[in-house]
Nanobody, 123 residues
Framework: VQLQASGGGLVQAGGSLRLSCAASGRTNSRHAMGWFRQAPGKEREFVAA????????YYADSVKGRFTISRDNAKNTVNLQMNSLKPEDTAVYYC?????????????????WGQGTQVTVSS
């Protein structure tokens, strides 16, 4: 499975961005999907995840209520709607496909990774 993330950019605090992740390759296999982010000098951290069917979602406390993850299996895409952005949301955002259909926050359980898209939030 190949993943291509897009939609990053520069936005002012309080603004919104919508990230997209397009999957190609073995898209008939079933994967939970997640978004992670990595700020300079920090570890890659979990942001949000969605089960294969889309019925279950999970968010990091730092983004809960501001970010929404969704997926369209017919189009092989996963989106991350980010509202009320803060400077501390600045990072490279990565989409990832899990090893199973069940959501997890553990990056070690994600098998495929996209290349990342930069999100910069100015104060």
């Amino acid at each position: 499975v190949q993943l291509q993330a897009s939609g990053g950019g520069l936005v002012q605090a309080g603004g919104s961005l919508r990230l997209s992740c397009a999957a190609s390759g073995r898209t008939n296999s079933r994967h939970a999907m997640g978004w992670f982010r990595q700020a300079p000098g920090k570890e890659r951290e979990f942001v949000a995840a969605i089960s294969w069917g889309g019925g279950s979602t999970y968010y990091a406390d730092s983004v809960k209520g501001r970010f929404t993850i969704s997926r369209d299996n017919a189009k092989n895409t996963v989106n991350l709607q980010m509202n009320s952005l803060k400077p501390e949301d600045t990072a490279v955002y990565y989409c990832a496909a899990g090893s199973s259909t069940i959501i997890t926050t553990m990056k070690e359980r994600y098998r495929y990774w996209g290349q990342g898209t930069q999100v910069t939030v100015s104060s």
